[in-house]
């Protein structure tokens, strides 16, 4: 059984998700509704031009005509993870966005990597000594039994939860997730004639809890081994855990809060640099160039204490005669000015040693931003 570590600096090839359906703004909420509950999956990809990102149930709430209305306006734009990012890297990312899953890019196909599949892999013994409680969500929002089927909607869609846990005088009684709303309201409107009295119940989503709630969740303590949720989960295909005390919701755990061991492997940081690209064969390189260019950035942070993030991508463009070709692109984020600065070549420690002069110079070109200037943006 491999270690924690070793999964975390893996690359997520193994766990994308190929042959995905790919949609564009015009299409409907139906079609892609359909998919969705066919596969069983939970978030679409849409591409629009150079534009890529997602869709997920959740954002199918509040969706009154599916059959004509379009995805325009709802979806997401997230960019791409690659082939060879890292589980850590692109689990960073996915916490740090606030993003369920990312699109992927590699042999000319799109695939879906999302956080259920990266913390599907983790089968390693060492999640045996970390209990439930410490990764745990707490406190958590519930439901009371009785409650109207709208306010849950209304929650999701207000505060951005996939799972609501379901009480009755304090004690668990089941859950209620998007894909339950989604599927017993919204998909039967893709079948009801409009103004239709059906579709019109539907669509106000008229109802109490009870009658929609999954009544047997899966539950556990807060002593219990984290591997063995992780296991449930995967083995039940189930999206959350609610761990009890006493009957009563004390904690949920999701997919994220399983990969908060693995993302505690990241080192704290005094600068937000963000490297994705670096294979496996490059953990040498990786932490070279990381010292390198951190400290570029800090100095361009006392210049511009504003900068947000800094992320940097790499390609590999070629190889002759045992060589790789590689192509290295750094952008500045939070600044009120498009900063960026790119290198290429045949060494990779080479390459990043011109990136990072580019990108040092590039920052002390730059005039500070004023209070001034960035109160008036």
Same mark, same amino acid.
Request: hydrophobic fraction near 40%; charged fraction near 35%; aromatic fraction near 2%.
């Given at each position: 059984m491999?270690?924690l570590?070793?999964?975390?600096?893996?690359?997520?090839?193994?766990?994308?998700?190929?042959?995905?359906?790919?949609f564009?703004? #015009?299409?409907?909420v139906?079609?892609?509704?359909g998919?969705?509950?066919?596969?069983?999956?939970y978030e679409?990809?849409?591409?629009? %031009?150079?534009k890529i #990102?997602?869709?997920?149930?959740?954002?199918?709430?509040?969706?009154?005509?599916?059959?004509?209305r379009?995805?325009?306006?709802?979806w997401?734009?997230?960019?791409?993870?690659?082939?060879?990012?890292?589980?850590?890297d692109?689990?960073?990312?996915?916490?740090?966005?606030?993003?369920?899953?990312?699109?992927?890019l590699?042999?000319?196909?799109?695939?879906?990597?999302?956080?259920?599949d990266?913390?599907?892999?983790?089968?390693?013994?060492?999640?045996?000594?970390v209990?439930?409680?410490?990764?745990?969500?707490?406190?958590?929002?519930?439901?009371?039994?009785?409650?109207?089927?709208?306010?849950?909607?209304?929650?999701?869609?207000?505060? %951005?939860?996939?799972h609501?846990?379901?009480?009755e005088?304090g004690?668990?009684?089941?859950?209620?997730?998007?894909?339950?709303?989604?599927?017993?309201f919204?998909?039967?409107?893709?079948?009801?004639?409009?103004?239709?009295?059906? %579709?019109e119940?539907?669509a106000?989503?008229?109802?109490?809890?009870?009658?929609v709630m999954?009544?047997?969740?899966l539950?556990?303590?807060?002593?219990?081994?984290?591997?063995?949720?992780?296991?449930?989960?995967?083995?039940?295909?189930?999206?959350?855990?609610i761990?009890?005390?006493?009957?009563?919701?004390?904690?949920?755990?999701?997919?994220?809060?399983?990969l908060?061991?693995?993302?505690?492997?990241?080192?704290?940081?005094?600068?937000?640099l963000?490297?994705?690209?670096?294979?496996?064969?490059?953990?040498y390189?990786?932490?070279?160039?990381?010292?390198?260019?951190r400290?570029v950035?800090?100095?361009?942070?006392?210049?511009?204490?504003w900068?947000?993030?800094?992320?940097?991508?790499?390609?590999?463009?070629?190889?002759r005669? %045992?060589?790789?070709?590689?192509?290295?692109?750094?952008?500045?984020?939070?600044?009120?000015?498009?900063?960026?600065?790119?290198?290429? #070549?045949?060494?990779?420690?080479?390459?990043?040693?011109e990136?990072?002069?580019?990108?040092?110079?590039a920052?002390?070109?730059?005039?500070?931003?004023? #209070?001034?200037?960035?109160?008036?943006?």
């Open positions: 491999k270690t570590r070793e999964y975390a600096y893996s690359t997520i090839k193994p766990l994308i998700e190929w042959g995905i359906s790919v564009n703004p #015009g299409d409907t139906s079609r892609v509704l998919e969705l509950i066919e596969t069983g999956r679409a990809i849409v591409v629009s %031009g150079r #990102g997602i869709i997920t149930l959740r954002d199918f709430l509040d969706v009154v005509q599916p059959s004509r379009k995805l325009e306006g709802m997401r734009v997230t960019g791409v993870a690659h082939i060879d990012d890292r589980v850590i692109v689990a960073d990312r996915l916490r740090r966005e606030g993003l369920r899953a990312l699109p992927v590699g042999g000319g196909s799109i695939g879906l990597i999302s956080h259920m990266l913390a599907g892999g983790l089968d390693v013994q060492e999640l045996s000594a209990k439930a409680g410490e990764v745990m969500t707490t406190p958590i929002h519930t439901l009371e039994i009785d409650e109207e089927v709208s306010k849950a909607r209304h929650m999701m869609l207000e505060m %951005g939860f996939s609501l846990p379901v009480v005088d004690e668990l009684r089941g859950i209620v997730t998007a894909r339950m709303l989604v599927e017993d919204i998909a039967p409107l893709s079948r009801a004639t409009v103004g239709e009295r059906v %579709g119940r539907i106000r989503m008229e109802g109490v809890v009870r009658d999954d009544r047997h969740p539950t556990a303590h807060r002593e219990t081994p984290l591997l063995e949720v992780a296991e449930e989960m995967t083995r039940m295909e189930r999206s959350a855990c761990i009890v005390e006493e009957r009563r919701p004390v904690g949920i755990i999701t997919p994220m809060e399983l908060k061991p693995l993302l505690r492997l990241r080192p704290e940081r005094g600068s937000p963000y490297i994705m690209g670096l294979s496996e064969e490059d953990f390189e990786r932490g070279l160039v990381e010292e390198k260019l400290r950035v800090e100095r361009g942070m006392r210049i511009h204490p900068i947000r993030e800094v992320s940097v991508r790499v390609k590999q463009t070629g190889e005669g %045992g060589r790789t070709r590689y192509e290295v692109k750094a952008r500045v984020m939070g600044m009120s000015e498009s900063l960026s600065a790119e290198a290429s #070549g045949w060494d990779l420690l080479g390459v990043f040693d990136l990072a002069e580019r990108l040092d110079k920052l002390r070109r730059l005039k500070p931003e004023t #209070g001034r200037r960035r109160r008036r943006r």
